[in-house]
């Protein structure tokens, strides 16, 4: 198994560290959960970049980098609902774009056509990315503050960043899935065609 492989594989595995120091009190596992992710995100670039450097792309290592970003994102956001922090159907459209993405480019990858990404895509995942930074910074200072001192206007303000940078991500996602759709029209069409015949 190659490094950037494993740099794959190690991601899966901070993500449920994240999540499992999302659950503990205090201010210091929010802070680890922080760093963990920042980790994470940099395991993101650095197994695509190593791959390329020393041409060490491999069909496994192809096939895990895209589902280690969705257990990344979408881990972290279903942790953020159970901590009560986001609302669910937010979520859960976030959700459905990706399984419906992944699924259809699944599908066409075993018709041997494959279905490019485009900037779009780089967009919704740059404001997922920084819709969940957002939110763990917002329960750093919850918990470094403790429960009860914060005064209710700033609680209403941290509330607003926190939907505000999910809005964007939500919205962003329904743009590059409607994007996704649209470019590859003609070829989900013949292939669809394909399978019907």
């Known amino acids: ?21 999302l659950f503990l009190p205090g201010a210091a596992a929010k802070a680890a959960a922080l760093g963990g992710f920042g980790l994470a995100s940099l395991t993101d ?9 020393w041409h ?9 980098d895209p589902i280690a970003d969705k257990v990344l994102v979408l881990g ?3 942790a953020f609902v ?18 419906l ?12 056509v494959v279905l490019s990404a485009a900037k779009e895509g780089k967009h919704k995942t740059v404001s997922q990315m920084v819709a969940i930074v957002v939110i763990l910074i917002v329960l750093l200072i919850r918990e470094w503050n403790g429960a009860g001192a914060l005064s209710a206007r700033t609680l209403t303000a941290m509330q ?4 505000g940078s999910l ?17 590859h029209r003609a070829v989900l069409k013949a292939v669809s065609k394909g399978v019907s015949e």
């Open 101 to 112: 993405i992944t699924g259809v480019r699944l599908f066409a990858a075993s018709r041997h």
């Open 160 to 163: 607003g960043i926190v939907l």
């Open 1 to 21: 198994m190659t490094i950037p492989t494993k740099l794959t594989l190690l991601r899966i595995l901070l993500t449920f560290a994240i999540m499992a120091l």
């Open 76 to 78: 972290m956001f279903l």
């Open 56 to 64: 060490q792309t491999s069909a496994l290592g192809a096939l895990l």
């Open 167 to 183: 809005w964007i991500a939500m919205v962003l996602t329904l743009i590059s899935g409607a994007s996704f759709f649209w470019r």
């Open 82 to 99: 159970q901590l009560g922090m986001i609302p669910a159907w937010m979520v859960l459209v976030i959700v459905l774009r990706e399984f």
């Open 45 to 53: 670039w650095a197994d695509g970049y190593l791959a390329r450097r």
